[in-house]
């Protein structure tokens, strides 16, 4: 907790010191929403270890020439990731039709714009934050599918890859499946990218059964 408090305070400054559009300050000054914070605490900084590329707040145009912001907006060379945090009052038992069509629209309207979007519920937060995790995961490799780096073997690479693609840590029969090699080699791969801090084991104690990019 300590050391995301500290990070957490360190980002947030930032953006405020590096923000030169005034309305989106203002907004960063008055601090960031509960369901926002908890999600970066419990779901996002646990699993990705830092806030490289993620923007709180970030200000957007509508087609009407107003001003909207996403709760994060994730930009790894430009990319164009969303992530809302749905709370369930407001967005679901309170909804009304005039409010329910406008967040429609505004998704849309953005899909369009070429964001790819990350809904969230709040209550998913709270009651299955593994499956949130497993899913901002996913969210990433997204956008970096294609960043492997180039000192991995070919085997290795594809391995990162697929780790990306599926929403839960992969087992070595299955990845063996995958890149069509034996059993024992599978395990000499996914040793080695846990010794070079790729993977992490993320079941298993006397015999590793389940591996993660980390």
């Known amino acids: 907790m300590g050391q995301f408090k500290e990070r957490y305070e360190q980002w947030l400054q930032q953006n405020m010191d590096e923000e030169k559009n005034h309305r989106r300050r203002e907004i960063l000054q008055k601090g960031l929403g509960h369901g926002t914070v908890e999600f970066l605490r419990t779901i996002w ?20 020439n107003g001003y909207r912001y996403l709760d994060l907006a994730y ?8 992530i809302e945090i749905q ?13 329910f069509k406008d967040l429609c629209t505004r998704h849309c309207l953005l899909a369009l714009d070429g964001w790819m979007f990350l809904p969230v519920a709040y209550p998913s937060i709270t009651d ?7 899913l901002v995961l ?12 180039s000192s991995l073997t070919w085997l290795e690479a594809e391995t990162v890859r697929f780790a990306r693609r599926v929403l839960r840590p992969l087992t070595p029969l299955e990845l ?8 024992r080699h599978v395990r000499r791969i996914l040793h080695r990218l846990v010794d070079q801090q790729i993977l992490r084991v993320a079941s298993g104690q006397d015999r590793f059964r389940t591996y993660m990019l980390r």
């Open 128 to 134: 299955e934050p593994k499956e949130c995790q497993q």
């Open 176 to 183: 063996a499946a995958h890149l069509k090699v034996s059993d």
């Open 45 to 64: 900084f646990p699993v990705v270890g830092h806030f490289d590329h993620l923007y709180p707040e970030w200000e957007v145009r509508d087609f009407k």
């Open 87 to 99: 709370g369930y009052g407001p967005h679901a038992r309170d909804l009304d039709v005039r409010r």
């Open 75 to 82: 930009m790894p060379g430009g990319a164009k990731g969303g």
């Open 138 to 149: 996913a969210f990433i490799g997204k956008f970096i599918a294609t960043d492997v780096a």
